[in-house]
Protein backbone atom coordinates (compact mmCIF):
# COMPACT_ATOMS: atom_id res chain seq x y z
CA UNK A 1 0.00 0.00 0.00
CA UNK A 2 1.01 3.65 -1.10
CA UNK A 3 -0.12 6.53 1.20
CA UNK A 4 0.20 9.66 -0.53
CA UNK A 5 -0.81 12.80 1.46
CA UNK A 6 -0.47 15.08 -1.87
CA UNK A 7 -3.61 13.62 -3.90
CA UNK A 8 -5.38 11.91 -0.46
CA UNK A 9 -5.49 8.56 -1.79
CA UNK A 10 -4.04 5.06 -1.15
CA UNK A 11 -2.55 2.74 -3.62
CA UNK A 12 -3.12 -0.83 -2.74
CA UNK A 13 -1.77 -3.63 -4.77
CA UNK A 14 -2.65 -7.02 -4.04
CA UNK A 15 -2.10 -10.36 -6.18
CA UNK A 16 1.54 -10.71 -6.84
CA UNK A 17 3.18 -13.01 -9.52
CA UNK A 18 6.45 -12.86 -11.17
CA UNK A 19 7.61 -10.12 -9.60
CA UNK A 20 4.81 -7.71 -10.20
CA UNK A 21 1.19 -6.85 -8.47
CA UNK A 22 -2.09 -7.85 -10.86
CA UNK A 23 -4.57 -6.20 -8.88
CA UNK A 24 -4.20 -2.33 -8.21
CA UNK A 25 -6.99 -0.27 -5.93
CA UNK A 26 -6.96 3.09 -5.33
CA UNK A 27 -9.18 4.90 -2.44
CA UNK A 28 -9.21 8.44 -1.56
CA UNK A 29 -8.57 9.26 1.87
CA UNK A 30 -11.73 8.89 4.30
CA UNK A 31 -12.47 5.46 2.81
CA UNK A 32 -11.67 1.71 4.81
CA UNK A 33 -9.21 -0.09 3.49
CA UNK A 34 -10.03 -3.64 3.36
CA UNK A 35 -7.67 -5.55 3.71
CA UNK A 36 -9.25 -9.08 5.59
CA UNK A 37 -8.64 -11.23 2.29
CA UNK A 38 -4.48 -10.61 2.84
CA UNK A 39 -2.07 -12.00 5.37
CA UNK A 40 -2.34 -8.91 7.51
CA UNK A 41 -6.49 -9.47 7.88
CA UNK A 42 -7.92 -6.42 9.14
CA UNK A 43 -9.71 -3.19 7.77
CA UNK A 44 -7.30 -0.09 7.66
CA UNK A 45 -9.80 3.49 8.07
CA UNK A 46 -7.89 6.56 6.43
CA UNK A 47 -9.83 9.20 7.75
CA UNK A 48 -7.34 10.47 9.88
CA UNK A 49 -4.51 10.57 7.53
CA UNK A 50 -2.61 13.69 7.66
CA UNK A 51 -2.98 15.83 3.99
CA UNK A 52 -0.18 18.17 2.91
Known sequence: M???PYTAQCHVFT???D???RN???LDFGDPVDL???VVGLVLTTDQ???D
Open 2 to 4: IVD
Open 36 to 38: TGT
Open 24 to 26: ELT
Open 15 to 17: LPK
Open 19 to 21: GEY
Open 49 to 51: FPR
